[in-house]
Structure formats: C-alpha cells, structure tokens
C-alpha cells in the first residue's frame, strides 16, 4: 500500500462548481497534513495545511480525520485558475523530516 | 533572495554521462532536501541535508547519486552512468529548522527545478 493514496482524477467541472479531493495515508504516526498545489511544468507550492478540527481558507476547506487517516479538500465556486494538481502531502513523524507526497488530483475548470 | 534556485533549469545528456545539478536554497533556511518527480506522480524524497550534514536519503537514492552542501549553503546533485530511467524532474526544497514538527506551515519552499532528459 502507498504511503499516501488520492483520487486518480482527473476532474472536469464547470465554472462555480463545487469539487471535493479525497485522500488516505497509510502510517498513523503521521504527524501534520497538507496540500499543495501544482501547475503544469512547474514547482510544487504549499496551498494549505490541515489541522484536526478542520479549516477553511476562503473557498477552500480542508478536513482530516486521524481514525479513518483519510484527508480531504473541498473547493467551492471554482475558477478557470484552479485548474492544476492537487497534492495530498504527509510529514510521517518527528524522526523523519520529509514530506511524502501523493501522486495528485488533477483539476481541469472550464467555462 | 527571491527563493530557491536551481540550475540548469533544462539537461540533456547521453546514457553513461555523469551530470550535477545545483541548488541554492534561501539563505537563512537550514534544511534542504532533493526530490525527484517522473510524469504522473508526485514528488518523490531523495535526501535531506541540515546544514552541511546529510541526516537522510532514500533506499530511492542509489550508489550512482550523491549530494553535497558542503558549506551548508548551497548543494548539489551528482548522478553517474546516467540511464533513461533518471529521466525525471529534479527538485530541491528548503526550510527553516524552526518548529517545523507539527509547524501548520512548515515552511518548505520549493524551486523550480531541474528538468533531466537522458537520450
């Protein structure tokens, strides 16, 4: 089983939908969460942390549930500028420093 | 400083040529780490450096790779006998060594990468 496993994707939806990203990691050591956001041919960015009780930033809510290890990311009234992959990103524990990263959610916005 | 760099930004090479990438990372961050990134897939750790010491690499990181930061500034990424399958997006990242653990932020900032072709 992959560390961190997403949705394979990819999603195609209208201006102003409403889209959700679903994650699962595999060690319950895992210590913080995060997504990041990719544009094609480009370098990865942090988009968001996780935090237990759930967060929001502006369109985007992100959630997490440590007993199910699973991880989400909800985007609202979509725009033509989120279209990009979305990377489900773990830091496993506080022996190790990486980030591990899952494959990405690819997102395609259309008008 | 206006973040990570990483150059070349484009290599091609020949199988069995040895090529080396360079990272500068921003310049108050310690920690630097390598990753590496094919089509389709996420990134993928390769090693971490805190300062000039090299705490982690990855079973992914074989004998043909090795990276330095020798004055804990900037590093670099050597891959000998290069072979088509170390085609890939080379990526470095740095961060502060600041509470990072459980930090919400964690503060990695990536480059933008070093893109590997080998023919």
């Known amino acids: 089983r992959k560390e961190v496993e997403q949705d394979p994707g990819p999603f195609n939806v209208p201006e102003g939908a409403t889209v959700a990203f679903n994650c699962t990691y595999s060690?319950?050591?895992?210590?913080?969460f995060f997504w990041y956001r990719q544009d094609c041919r480009k370098e990865p960015k942090l988009l968001m942390s996780v935090y237990s009780s759930g967060n929001e930033d502006g369109r985007f809510t992100a959630q997490l549930n440590r007993a199910s290890q699973y991880i989400s990311l909800l985007i609202r009234d979509s725009k033509l500028s989120d279209s990009a992959t979305y990377l489900c990103?773990?830091?496993?524990?506080?022996?190790?420093?990486?980030?591990?990263f899952g494959k990405g959610t690819t997102l395609s916005v259309s008008s | 400083d206006t973040g990570v760099s990483q150059n070349p930004r484009h290599k091609i090479t020949k199988r069995g040529q040895n090529v080396t990438f360079r990272c500068d990372p921003i310049?108050?961050?310690?920690?630097l780490y390598w990753y590496r990134q094919t089509l389709g897939q996420g990134p993928e750790f390769l090693t971490y450096f805190q300062n000039e010491a090299q705490l982690e690499k990855s079973r992914l990181l074989s004998d043909r790779f090795s990276a330095e930061r020798p004055k804990g500034s900037f590093s670099t990424l050597e891959i000998q006998r290069t072979e088509q399958g170390d085609s890939a997006m080379y990526l470095c990242a740095s961060s502060p060594n600041t509470g990072a653990f459980g930090d919400s932020n964690y503060g990695y900032t990536f480059g933008s990468g070093t893109r590997l072709t080998v023919v």
């Open positions: 060690n319950s050591a895992s210590q913080s």
């Open positions: 310049s108050e961050h310690n920690r």
């Open positions: 990103v773990v830091l496993a524990n506080q022996a190790g420093t990486a980030l591990i």
